[in-house]
């Protein structure tokens, strides 16, 4: 089984509907991160936890919200769905290292299309 | 702000032989770690190498090395016998901060192999 895990794979909406992404972990790791991937372009942060009492907001929060519901569960919501929300999106989870920064292991993405 | 730069969109290499993918960054933390991301058709995001800033010698996984060059801020990955299963978009990130700001990635370069 996979470590990360993330769903729906596809989903196909409309402009203003709510969506939320999942994504599990059984890495037993204490970060989790959201990421957005747009064609052209490398994967850009949105949201992060370290732990589940610990939310941040990335580099392109703006337009999603996030909930960390254990340390194993990390959900991406999109309140209301708007066209260029159409995009890739990846969870990773690290765990930090005994140096100063940890190594991040993705999920397999779910493909985002707001019509 | 860190930022990474890919500046080489698209590289192409015959089976077999030795291809090398460039990868520049800047980042004001002295403590900050680099990594190659190799991410094929299945969209996956796999991680290939990683590279602590504080360690003079090149990571080496296998077929893959890098060259880090700290006082250059460069990062390049180098393919030895390339196979068909390399092509993949790879990506070269950068964490720092102790991972606060997630991963930094540059643009992607497309890896073609020519049978």
């Known amino acids: 089984d996979a470590d990360v895990t993330q769903t729906p794979r596809n989903r196909i909406t409309k402009t203003g509907k709510r969506i939320m992404l999942e994504c599990s972990q059984t890495?037993?790791?204490?970060?989790m991160y959201w990421y957005r991937q747009d064609p052209g372009l490398g994967l850009r942060l949105i949201y992060y936890s370290f732990d589940v009492k610990d939310i941040n907001k990335g580099e392109i929060s703006d337009g999603y919200s996030v909930s960390r519901q254990a340390q194993a569960k990390f959900s991406l919501s999109l309140e209301s769905a708007i066209p260029n929300q159409t995009a890739l999106y990846f969870c990773a989870t690290s765990e930090r290292d005994r140096g100063l920064t940890d190594t991040q292991y993705f999920g397999p993405g779910t493909r985002l299309t707001v019509l | 702000a860190q930022t990474v730069t890919q500046s080489q969109p698209e590289m192409s290499v015959q089976e077999a032989e030795t291809v090398t993918l460039s990868c520049t960054y800047d980042?004001?933390?002295?403590?900050?770690?680099l990594f190659w991301y190799k991410q094929p058709p299945s969209r996956q995001m796999i991680l290939v190498i990683r590279q602590e800033a504080y360690k003079q010698q090149n990571a080496t996984e296998n077929r893959f090395s890098v060259n880090f060059q700290k006082a250059a801020k460069s990062f390049s990955l180098k393919i030895s016998d390339s196979q068909l299963g390399d092509a993949a978009m790879y990506f070269c990130?950068?964490?720092?901060?102790?991972?606060?700001?997630?991963?930094?990635f540059g643009k992607g370069t497309h890896l073609i192999i020519q049978p």
């Open positions: 980042t004001s933390e002295s403590d900050y770690y």
């Open positions: 890495k037993g790791h204490d970060r």
């Open positions: 990130a950068l964490c720092s901060g102790g991972g606060a700001d997630g991963l930094t």
